[in-house]
């Protein structure tokens, strides 16, 4: 693989790693095939994200118009637009492997060899079924490889995947296995804790459902780190 390639060439005390280079090639032929990867059409980033706003715009305003709003209306005048923007630049733009935050490596000079956890990373995402909002807390866990990575990339990776239209199955695997990547460790752990508007705001409109979902790699599949890993959590009754 690419990226071992380049980590094995730089031997020095910080390694830049360039995940969106290594998301771009898995995004080949085989992506539609494998459900932890996000379905990606083969143009998907033919159009710039200003021909990707002003394309979107028209198609907005006519679901507007077509429910019957007044978009010479002062309020709604300007939703067609400020919508095709949020979707591109804000939303959605993790679909682009451009946007993968930069993953600064660092030697484990303490040899810190037990189990870090970060806990309750605040996220927001959209249901691809949807497009509406599920949100919650993730509480990611690796033992260092040698590795480390500054705390705030944990969060940056849980942001990235999380602008996305997506299921809480796949985001949590997208996470946990670009952490592998970036760690090259199979010792990653990540459990996901969100409210789903879908399910709380129409359908059944159930206000006090939580959805878990769990990653558990290498180490973390033995009985005694899971546990060492859920003990830190220890997830609260709402
Ligand atoms: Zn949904």
């Not at 007044?70 to 067609?80: E, F, I, K, M, V």
């Not at 990776?157 to 997506?166: A, D, G, H, I, T």
């Amino acid at each position: 693989m690419k990226q071992k390639e380049t980590l094995s060439t730089t031997p020095l005390k910080e390694e830049k790693i360039s995940l969106s280079n290594l998301l771009i090639e898995e995004m080949g032929d085989q992506h539609k095939a494998s459900s932890v990867d996000t379905p990606m059409r083969a143009d998907a980033f033919e159009k710039t994200d200003d021909e990707k706003i002003a394309a979107i715009e028209p198609h907005f305003r006519a679901i507007m118009e077509i429910l019957g709003m007044d978009l010479n209306d002062d309020s709604l005048r300007g939703t067609p637009l400020r919508v095709a923007k949020m979707y591109v630049k804000e939303l959605f733009q993790g679909l682009n492997p451009a946007n993968m935050p930069s993953m600064t490596l660092f030697e484990n000079k303490f040899q810190y060899n037990e189990m870090l956890v970060e806990k309750n990373i605040n996220f927001y995402t959209n249901c691809e079924h949807h497009f509406v909002p599920f949100f919650g807390n993730a509480h990611v866990a690796y033992i260092s490889s040698g590795k480390v990575i500054g705390l705030s990339k944990l969060n940056r990776l849980v942001e990235y995947f999380s602008k996305r239209p997506q299921v809480q199955e796949r985001l949590t695997m997208q996470i946990g296995k670009a952490l592998q990547t970036v760690l090259q460790t199979q010792d990653v752990a990540i459990m996901m804790d969100a409210k789903h508007l879908c399910v709380s705001s129409r359908g059944v409109k159930d206000d006090s459902s939580t959805t878990i979902t769990t990653f558990f790699g290498g180490k973390f599949q033995e009985e005694k780190t899971k546990m060492e890993f859920l003990k830190y959590i220890e997830i609260k009754e709402n």
